[in-house]
Structures are given as C-alpha cells and as structure tokens.
C-alpha cells in the first residue's frame, strides 16, 4: 500500500531531524529524484512540514525579540508556499501514475485530491511524534502523561483511518471510479500583481 512506505519515510524523516533538532541543519534527500521520484517528493514534503513545525513553535515565545519574529514570519511563509507546492508535485505525480486510466462514466471526483491527504498524513505523523514524546516527558506529571496517552491513541487510530482512506481513493483512481484534477492554488498573497500591499496600493 502506498501509505506503508508514506508512514515509513515520514517515520525517517522526522527520526533524522530529531538527531539534531534544530531548524538551521543542513537538509539532504537520501531518495534519487529520478529512480524513487515519490520517496524523495515525500521525503522533502515531510521534512518541511517538520521544519515549519519547530517554526511555529518558536515564534510563539512570549519573549521572542520582534525583529527575529518578523524574519521567522518570513521564513514561515516562505514554508507555506514550499509545503502548497510540494504537494503539486505530488498530485502531479499521481497523475501521471493513472495517466493512462480512462474514468468510467459513473466515476465521482473526490472532495480532496491525494495529496492533500498526504499533506494532513505528514502532519499527523509529526503530531504522533511529538504527543509521544509528552507521554514519557521527564518532569511532566503522571496527569499530564495520561491524558497525552489518551490523545496519542486517537491520534494512532486517525492515521490507520487516513491512510485507509487515501489508498482507498488511489485504488478508486486506478479502477476508474474517481478521477482527480490538479488544481493550483493561486496563493494571492506572495503576488506582487495580486497583493494591494506589495504592489504599493497600502
């Protein structure tokens, strides 16, 4: 199943940042964009998922300098339209897999295209990793760790449900049952013609 190698190199990825936990390490894919072209999309698609996580942890120090902050609002917005454009790739990439597939004449489109269930897949794994972590946090009370089991096990079950969902889907495609389109998201905001305030219309 396609989730099985997702979870796995999600698994691996945010494995790899851990060893040295900081947002400023060097990023290096061990997956060839040309012979394991999904493995490297997933690879890099959950490493800056992973990235803008610890992002967004910072930036909500109540003591951050404002200066930094600003910059960090910067890189996480530049991370947002990495993360949109990743999942592109990954959409286009199932594409091209089912290519070749015509849709039969009852096939449905569904209300999200794979990728995007790839997108909230890598989020959750993070999620996984970072609950887990709560539950044997030394210095967090038994209270605390509880309730973090508690969150951890709905968590677990959230992700058998959604990669059952998105293979269920793909498999769909492959038969002809759904079809899938790509469609970009027109992000306005990092649009010089678009955006009033960068074009000078404040």
Request: charged share 30%; proline share 3%; net charge negative.
């Amino acid at each position: 199943m396609f989730t099985e190698q997702a979870n796995k190199i999600f698994k691996e990825v945010i494995d790899t940042y851990h060893v040295i936990n900081t947002v400023d390490q060097p990023f290096t894919n061990p997956y060839d964009s040309q012979s394991d072209v999904i493995a490297h999309l997933l690879y890099r698609k959950c490493w800056i998922d992973t990235v803008q996580w610890h992002y967004e942890d910072i930036i909500r120090d109540p003591n951050i300098d404002p200066v930094a902050a600003l910059a960090l609002k910067r890189k996480i917005d530049a991370s947002n339209q990495d993360r949109t454009d990743m999942v592109e790739y990954i959409d286009s990439y199932f594409l091209d897999t089912y290519k070749e597939v015509t849709p039969k004449a009852t096939a449905t489109i569904n209300t999200e295209s794979p990728a995007w269930g790839v997108d909230r897949l890598s989020i959750l794994a993070l999620k996984i990793y970072h609950m887990h972590e709560e539950t044997v946090r030394a210095g967090a009370s038994d209270a605390h760790k509880a309730a973090c089991q508690k969150k951890l096990a709905i968590l677990l079950e959230q992700r058998v449900d959604l990669s059952t969902a998105i293979d269920t889907l793909l498999d769909d495609i492959q038969k002809g049952d759904k079809y899938m389109k790509v469609y970009k998201q027109m992000k306005m905001y990092n649009d010089e013609s678009l955006n009033p305030v960068l074009r000078g219309e404040q």
